[in-house]
């Protein structure tokens, strides 16, 4: 007897079916695919244009660091708590944190995903050609029908005279012939034109962030120079993301003089300056001439790819120190306005005593100058300043003596002394007085001060963007593109023809419709069917409207 087989019905393992398999990549693709689309929809680019321009917000509202570090110190002193919560997550450099970046970059994503297509749609719509006679004219919006006593090829060619400036295509239909036209084609190239633009647009913009940059320096008139060979040449620099510094356009400017005209009330009528400069073919020469330039306010000097702005004006007291010895130093540094309307500035000229060899003794003879400068003083005890062009110059200034902190390694500023120094007595203030061009003072060691007069300096800025060229043009095309997509209407026509008493006349029947939702092209359909047809305007047709294109 045999012994029966046994088997053994298992459940299908979901892990080893084949269908499985496939199952999690197909799923991971769809998903990318629905990110995707959903991405580059135009919703999502509407949306994070918004939070764009809501990020930006704190930007505008509180103090940044790119432009003044002074009002956010300033922020975070008066508001501590709030302050070190928004510093935390950027808020004090909005347009340099990483969140804003991110929002912006999914907004250009969103952007080209958005436009590519739609260029590549238009760019077909441009070249096809009309579209194919529907078979009931009568449903469309303008139509007409009429009989007239020419025979086909004459009716053919009279229709085809009414065209001129369409595109259009011609067909047998049966006995008779349909006449497929279109016009307006421009309004697809202006949508053209304006997507790509746009894309140009925000590459240029890009394009001037990565290999752009900006820096500002302060330079004495009568004759003093700055030569942009370096990042240490500038008071303030602010590199693109692909910039280092070490490779800028080496050209040189020198400021010979300097002129300002206010109205009576003090308010600022005109700044300029007469400057020279050498391009970067005059510096690797090595030449000594000086080309003339008239620099003023939005008039920038252009040369190797820079922009030279003249930004502001300032005064630079000068003081001659005489040390018990009779060696002498002489100090010229700006002081930085405190009032914008008078001029009214405040600053810090500091001294070593040379000819000191133990460091002790240097270290703890320092002098600074520091005080108020009024370039037309009110007289009195109280200096201020009554005008802002130099006519009656007068400083209020406190000499200190002692550890100015300039061997210790540290940055500080040139416009005052270490606050800190002075709390713990390292420095101290050894006189006081109120001088005008010509007067000195002498402090307790013999040492003469001197106020020999003011010089003007001029804040320049100098500003590179390989981009900007290239931001114009596209957005002159952008803007030329807008308006032929707004201003031009595609409009669409259709004559079918048919011959009627064995072909000596011709029945036509007429069709027109405007593909945009503005208003129907009346007015060109009317005169068509009166030239056509010899039909008047019929009232219960759409109103005319001027045409366009």
Request: hydrophobic fraction near 40%; glycine fraction near 12%.
């Given at each position: 007897?045999a012994t029966p087989i046994r088997?053994?019905v298992?459940?299908?393992?979901?892990?080893?079916?084949?269908?499985?398999?496939?199952?999690?990549?197909?799923?991971?693709?769809?998903?990318?695919?629905?990110a995707?689309?959903?991405?580059t929809?135009m919703?999502?680019?509407?949306v994070?244009?918004?939070?764009?321009?809501?990020?930006a917000?704190p930007g505008a509202?509180?103090?940044q660091?790119?432009l003044?570090?002074?009002?956010?110190?300033e922020?975070?002193a008066?508001?501590?708590?709030l302050?070190s919560w928004?510093d935390?997550?950027?808020?004090?450099?909005?347009?340099?944190a990483?969140?804003f970046?991110?929002?912006?970059?999914?907004?250009?994503?969103?952007?080209v995903?958005?436009v590519l297509p739609?260029t590549?749609?238009?760019a077909?719509?441009?070249?096809?050609?009309p579209?194919?006679t529907?078979?009931n004219?009568?449903?469309?919006?303008?139509h007409?029908?009429?009989?007239?006593?020419?025979?086909l090829?004459a009716a053919?060619?009279?229709?085809a005279?009414?065209?001129?400036?369409w595109r259009?295509?011609t067909?047998?239909?049966g006995a008779g012939?349909?006449v497929?036209a279109?016009?307006?084609?421009?309004?697809?190239?202006?949508?053209l034109?304006f997507?790509?633009?746009?894309?140009?647009v925000?590459?240029?913009f890009a394009?001037?962030?990565?290999y752009?940059y900006?820096?500002?320096?302060i330079?004495l008139s009568?004759?003093g120079?700055f030569?942009n060979?370096?990042?240490?040449g500038y008071?303030?620099f602010?590199p693109?993301?692909?910039?280092?510094g070490t490779?800028l356009s080496?050209f040189?400017?020198?400021?010979?003089e300097?002129?300002?005209?206010?109205?009576?009330n003090g308010?600022a009528?005109?700044?300029r300056?007469?400057?020279?400069?050498?391009t970067a073919?005059?510096?690797g020469?090595?030449?000594?001439?000086?080309?003339?330039?008239?620099?003023?306010?939005?008039?920038?000097?252009?040369?190797?790819g820079?922009r030279?702005?003249?930004?502001g004006?300032?005064?630079?007291p000068?003081?001659t120190?005489?040390?018990?010895?009779?060696?002498?130093?002489?100090?010229e540094?700006?002081?930085?306005?405190?009032d914008?309307?008078t001029?009214l500035?405040q600053?810090a000229?500091?001294?070593?005593?040379?000819g000191?060899t133990?460091?002790?003794?240097r270290?703890?003879?320092q002098?600074?100058?520091?005080?108020?400068?009024?370039?037309?003083?009110?007289?009195?005890p109280?200096?201020t300043?009554?005008?802002p062009?130099l006519?009656?110059?007068?400083?209020?200034?406190?000499v200190?003596r002692?550890?100015?902190?300039l061997d210790?390694?540290r940055?500080q500023?040139?416009?005052g002394?270490?606050?800190?120094k002075?709390?713990?007595?390292?420095?101290?203030r050894?006189?006081?007085?109120?001088l005008?061009?010509g007067?000195?003072l002498r402090?307790d060691?013999?040492?003469?001060?001197r106020?020999?007069?003011?010089?003007?300096?001029?804040?320049?800025q100098?500003?590179?963007?390989?981009g900007?060229?290239?931001?114009l043009v596209?957005?002159?095309?952008?803007l030329a593109?807008?308006?032929?997509?707004?201003?031009?209407r595609?409009?669409?026509?259709?004559?079918?023809?048919?011959?009627?008493d064995?072909g000596?006349?011709?029945r036509i029947?007429?069709?027109?419709?405007?593909?945009?939702d503005?208003a129907g092209?009346?007015?060109?359909f009317?005169?068509?069917?009166?030239?056509?047809?010899?039909?008047?305007?019929?009232p219960?047709?759409?109103?005319?409207?001027p045409?366009?294109?």
């Amino acid at each position: 007897m045999a012994t029966p087989i046994r088997t053994e019905v298992r459940p299908p393992d979901p892990e080893n079916e084949p269908g499985r398999r496939t199952s999690r990549p197909a799923g991971a693709v769809a998903l990318l695919r629905n990110a995707w689309r959903g991405l580059t929809s135009m919703r999502t680019a509407l949306v994070l244009l918004f939070l764009l321009a809501l990020a930006a917000l704190p930007g505008a509202l509180l103090p940044q660091r790119s432009l003044n570090q002074r009002l956010v110190e300033e922020y975070l002193a008066d508001y501590p708590q709030l302050g070190s919560w928004l510093d935390r997550f950027g808020f004090f450099d909005v347009f340099a944190a990483p969140w804003f970046a991110a929002i912006y970059l999914l907004l250009m994503v969103s952007l080209v995903g958005c436009v590519l297509p739609r260029t590549v749609e238009d760019a077909k719509a441009l070249r096809a050609p009309p579209v194919a006679t529907p078979h009931n004219l009568s449903r469309l919006p303008h139509h007409a029908t009429g009989t007239c006593e020419l025979d086909l090829d004459a009716a053919t060619a009279q229709v085809a005279g009414q065209l001129g400036g369409w595109r259009r295509r011609t067909e047998p239909e049966g006995a008779g012939r349909i006449v497929s036209a279109e016009k307006g084609y421009l309004r697809e190239l202006g949508n053209l034109v304006f997507h790509v633009s746009l894309i140009g647009v925000l590459v240029g913009f890009a394009a001037g962030k990565l290999y752009g940059y900006e820096g500002q320096v302060i330079v004495l008139s009568d004759g003093g120079q700055f030569c942009n060979t370096g990042i240490l040449g500038y008071d303030s620099f602010h590199p693109g993301l692909r910039v280092d510094g070490t490779d800028l356009s080496p050209f040189c400017v020198r400021v010979d003089e300097f002129a300002a005209d206010y109205l009576p009330n003090g308010q600022a009528e005109s700044f300029r300056a007469s400057v020279g400069y050498q391009t970067a073919e005059d510096v690797g020469a090595g030449s000594t001439e000086w080309r003339p330039y008239q620099l003023s306010v939005n008039h920038p000097l252009r040369l190797d790819g820079d922009r030279v702005y003249l930004l502001g004006q300032g005064y630079a007291p000068r003081f001659t120190v005489t040390f018990p010895d009779g060696t002498q130093r002489t100090g010229e540094i700006q002081w930085t306005p405190v009032d914008p309307v008078t001029l009214l500035s405040q600053g810090a000229t500091k001294f070593s005593r040379p000819g000191l060899t133990d460091d002790e003794q240097r270290r703890t003879s320092q002098l600074a100058v520091t005080g108020l400068l009024a370039p037309t003083s009110s007289g009195g005890p109280v200096v201020t300043s009554i005008f802002p062009a130099l006519r009656d110059p007068e400083v209020a200034v406190d000499v200190l003596r002692g550890d100015l902190g300039l061997d210790d390694g540290r940055g500080q500023s040139i416009f005052g002394v270490d606050q800190s120094k002075v709390d713990s007595g390292q420095l101290v203030r050894v006189a006081r007085a109120n001088l005008v061009p010509g007067q000195d003072l002498r402090l307790d060691d013999g040492t003469v001060i001197r106020f020999d007069g003011v010089r003007n300096w001029v804040n320049l800025q100098v500003s590179r963007d390989p981009g900007q060229g290239a931001v114009l043009v596209f957005a002159v095309l952008l803007l030329a593109g807008l308006g032929l997509s707004l201003t031009i209407r595609r409009r669409r026509f259709w004559a079918r023809l048919t011959p009627l008493d064995g072909g000596s006349r011709t029945r036509i029947e007429l069709g027109g419709l405007a593909r945009t939702d503005r208003a129907g092209y009346g007015e060109e359909f009317h005169r068509m069917r009166a030239a056509l047809l010899g039909q008047p305007d019929d009232p219960d047709d759409h109103p005319p409207t001027p045409e366009d294109g």
